[in-house]
């Protein structure tokens, strides 16, 4: 079973950026999907983007035009892009393998005002 360990993760100003980047223990070449989600204090968690392997991607309403999801299979990691962060964007982020239900730790994000 893969692991995923996140990293990136920061206190930031509103409108700055952010990568975040997911290192997988093994190959990420056969896992069709690998995602970002995020859980802000008192919410549940939810989807930021998802990308297959063939490269499609989606985003949640919340991010679109803002952050972009990218993977590495050679580096075996998936990045996220985040410019123009805003405060509610502040949660922590986990990466994942939804499909094989293989998530990171997290990694807390933080934007001020």
């Known amino acids: 079973q893969v692991q995923l360990v996140e990293s990136g993760g920061g206190l930031v100003q509103a409108g700055e950026s952010l990568r975040l980047s997911c290192a997988a223990s093994?190959?990420?070449?056969?896992?069709?999907?690998m995602g970002w989600y995020r859980q802000a204090p008192g919410k549940q968690r939810e989807l930021v983007a998802h990308i297959f392997s063939g490269g499609s991607t989606i985003y949640a309403d919340s991010v679109k035009g803002r952050f972009t999801i990218s993977r590495d299979n050679a580096k075996n990691t998936v990045y996220l892009q985040m410019n123009s962060l805003k405060p509610e964007d502040t949660a922590v982020y986990y990466c994942?393998?939804?499909?094989?239900?293989?998530w990171g730790q997290g990694t807390q994000v933080t934007v001020s005002s």
């Open positions: 093994g190959s990420i070449y056969s896992i069709n999907v």
């Open positions: 994942a393998a939804p499909l094989l239900r293989t």
